[in-house]
Nanobody
Framework: VQLVESGGGLVQAGGSLRLSCAAS????????MAWFRQAPGKERDVVGV????????YYADSVKGRFTISRDNAENTVSLQMNNLKPEDTGIYYC??????????????????WGQGTQVTVSS
């Protein structure tokens, strides 16, 4: 499985960005997909997780109400819409996937497949 993220960049506080992750090598319609982020000097933490059919989602408390995770199984992609961005949202954002597709796992150690990451920088 190969995952490639895109959509990162520099944005002012209060702005929006949309991240996308394209998967190849395997159809991920039966897999959980997730976004993690890692700030400098900090551990990699979960941002959002979505079940195989998009019916269930999980968000970190820090992003609830601001971020939305979605997926398109026909296109083998997962997206993260980020609104009202804050400087503390700055970091490298990673897409990840695992099987089975109904367990909304938040621990990064449980994900075997990762993208290379995309940088998000929010200026104050």
């Amino acid at each position: 499985v190969q995952l490639v993220e895109s959509g990162g960049g520099l944005v002012q506080a209060g702005g929006s960005l949309r991240l996308s992750c394209a998967a190849s090598g395997r159809t991920l319609s039966s897999y959980v997909m997730a976004w993690f982020r890692q700030a400098p000097g900090k551990e990699r933490d979960v941002v959002g997780v979505i079940s195989w059919n998009g019916g269930n989602t999980y968000y970190a408390d820090s992003v609830k109400g601001r971020f939305t995770i979605s997926r398109d199984n026909a296109e083998n992609t997962v997206s993260l819409q980020m609104n009202n961005l804050k400087p503390e949202d700055t970091g490298i954002y990673y897409c990840a996937t695992r099987f089975p597709g109904h367990v909304l796992e938040s621990r990064p150690s449980e994900y075997p497949y990762w993208g290379q990451g995309t940088q998000v920088t929010v200026s104050s």
